[in-house]
Each structure stands twice: as C-alpha cells, then as structure tokens.
C-alpha cells in the first residue's frame, strides 16, 4: 500500500506528516527529496536539497528515474513524502514532482495534496531562513494553481482518488486527523 503526500514548500507538509506518523508507526515513511539528494549529490556534486532544483530537466529525469527503480522495489504500508512539482527558480519552469515514467512502475492507493493560505505559505517561507525558498505571493499561488491540476492529472493517470488538505496557521492537529483519516 502506498499513499503519496504532496504539497508546496511551507505548507506543512512535514509538520502534518510528523503527526500522522506518531499515530501510525506500521507504515515506512520515505521523503523523495531525500532519495533525490543522495542521488543527485553523488551523480552531480550538488552540496544541499534545494539545489536539486537548479538541475537542468534532463539531470533532474536522470535523478527521478533512480529514485522511481527504488520506490518500486517498497513492500507494505508507505508514505511518500513529496512535491506535486518543483520550480526551477533559475530557468521558471515546473518540474512533474511524480511524471508518467515513475508513476506507472508505482501501485498508488490514494494522493494527498497538503495545502494552505497563501499568504500563510509566504509568511512560513520568509520565517525559515534554514531553506532557500522564494516568498513572493503570486509565485506561490501559481505554485499552488500547477499542483492542483498536476494531480488531478496524477490521479487520471494511476487511478488514486485525491484528497486535498488545507493545514491553516494554528490548526495543524486539524490537518493531522484529516490525513490520519485517510492511513
């Protein structure tokens, strides 16, 4: 069984993902970013998770496809922790965070996409000066826009039905038993 968790960069995904897993400890927790950076650090020399991002399409497909033979091989209950897309900040393109090429070799029972306001976005985003994260509103609502469509698209394509979160400042627990509701 694999549920994939998806969401834009300081909706809180983690913090949501962190609760769900005290409450569920059967399942395997693996964040995708982190299969890409070991990857990617040892393919391409980058140093840290946000210069993934600064891969060219092809370096990026390249990293993508290692990590899909891996999550391929995954038995049991998993979560996969990811992004629904990755914007290139250098070049203003959107990357699929899950393209066909990975998501057919995957059994996918349900996608959840983990959300906020977009103002609180930004403000979470500015307040974390541990990533490299662009806070401007407009770039995070197109952001939000892309990923909502992308899985609906992802959905179509593997058969998942979709569940959408919205994590609002203040109400984490709330988003926590959405989620744990769906494990």
């Given at each position: 069984?694999?549920?994939?968790?998806?969401?834009?960069?300081g909706?809180?995904?983690?913090?949501?993902?962190?609760?769900?897993?005290?409450?569920?400890p059967?399942?395997?927790?693996?964040?995708?970013?982190?299969?890409?950076?070991?990857?990617?650090?040892?393919?391409?020399?980058?140093?840290?998770?946000?210069?993934?991002?600064?891969?060219?399409?092809?370096?990026?497909?390249?990293?993508?496809?290692?990590?899909?033979?891996?999550?391929?091989?995954?038995?049991?209950?998993?979560i996969?922790?990811?992004?629904?897309?990755v914007?290139?900040?250098?070049?203003?393109?959107?990357?699929?965070?899950?393209?066909?090429?990975?998501?057919?070799?995957?059994?996918?029972?349900?996608?959840?996409?983990?959300?906020?306001?977009?103002?609180?976005?930004?403000?979470?985003?500015?307040n974390?000066?541990?990533?490299?994260?662009?806070?401007n509103?407009?770039?995070?609502?197109?952001?939000?826009?892309?990923?909502?469509?992308?899985?609906?698209?992802?959905?179509?394509?593997?058969?998942?039905?979709?569940?959408?979160?919205?994590?609002?400042?203040?109400?984490a627990?709330?988003?926590?038993?959405e989620?744990?509701?769906?494990?």
């Amino acid at each position: 069984m694999m549920i994939i968790i998806m969401g834009l960069p300081g909706a809180g995904k983690t913090t949501v993902l962190d609760g769900a897993k005290k409450l569920h400890p059967e399942y395997t927790h693996l964040n995708y970013g982190t299969l890409m950076f070991e990857i990617a650090r040892e393919k391409f020399k980058i140093e840290n998770r946000d210069q993934i991002r600064t891969l060219d399409a092809k370096q990026q497909k390249a990293v993508q496809a290692a990590v899909g033979k891996r999550l391929a091989k995954e038995k049991g209950k998993v979560i996969l922790d990811t992004h629904c897309s990755v914007l290139n900040p250098q070049k203003g393109f959107y990357l699929p965070g899950l393209p066909y090429s990975l998501l057919k070799g995957l059994s996918v029972d349900m996608l959840v996409l983990i959300t906020g306001d977009i103002e609180e976005i930004a403000a979470r985003r500015s307040n974390d000066p541990s990533r490299a994260r662009a806070a401007n509103k407009d770039e995070i609502m197109a952001h939000d826009q892309h990923n909502r469509m992308l899985i609906a698209a992802y959905s179509a394509l593997s058969g998942a039905p979709v569940k959408i979160i919205v994590n609002r400042n203040g109400k984490a627990d709330e988003a926590v038993k959405e989620l744990s509701a769906v494990l």
